[in-house]
């Protein structure tokens, strides 16, 4: 596993955490800037998973650009990138930006379980994800959402483009 984490502070606790496990490997640098380097990976087959901050108001933009990027060095990775769902406006954009990239086989889920919050839920965009995932997240999301109290929780999974 390739950990990627920009804050210093942060990076030392991903080190003392994975210091006895030399499958581990913590690299204190930028993503956006450093994970070209680790792709395609040795085994040719893996996740990146992109858990971003967001503190930057074009982040969807940047990451839109990242994924094709890093698509581009290594087509049959499977990638998963999570995202908070406030502004649809803004999520609608990035979907739009991923769909025309080229990229195929590109999955979303969504999971809606405050209607009324300014973070009304979160998703995700998945990359080549395993085969017939819909239906493994469609149970696994109608059940998430009475047993967080909220029977009503919506939620949303859509091809963006299909294989
Ligand atoms: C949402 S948190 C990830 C939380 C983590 N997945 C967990 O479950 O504990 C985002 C992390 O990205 C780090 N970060 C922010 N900008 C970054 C960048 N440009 N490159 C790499 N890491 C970054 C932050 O320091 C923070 O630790």
New binding site residues.
């Given amino acids: 596993m390739v950990l ?4 210093p502070e ?1 990076a030392g606790v991903l080190r003392r955490q994975f210091r006895n496990d030399a499958r581990v490997h913590v690299h204190h ?6 994970l070209a380097a680790f792709l395609p990976p040795a085994e040719r087959r893996g996740l990146v ?1 992109i ?5 930057d108001r074009d982040e969807l933009t940047r990451l839109a650009e990242l994924l094709r990027a890093a698509h581009a060095r290594w087509p049959t990775g499977q990638y998963a990138l ?1 995202y908070p769902i406030k502004e649809r406006g803004a999520i609608d954009r990035f979907h739009g930006a991923l769909a025309t990239s080229g990229m195929r086989k590109l999955l979303m889920v969504e999971f809606l379980p405050m209607p009324d919050a300014s973070l009304r839920g979160s998703g995700f965009v998945l990359v080549n994800p395993p085969w017939r995932i819909e239906d493994r997240l469609a149970a696994l999301l109608d059940a998430l959402g009475p047993a967080l109290g909220r029977p009503d929780a919506a939620r949303r999974i859509d091809w963006l483009v299909p294989e």
């Fill in positions: 990627i984490e920009l804050h942060d640098r930028d993503g956006y800037e450093g998973l858990d971003p901050p967001y503190e999570w």
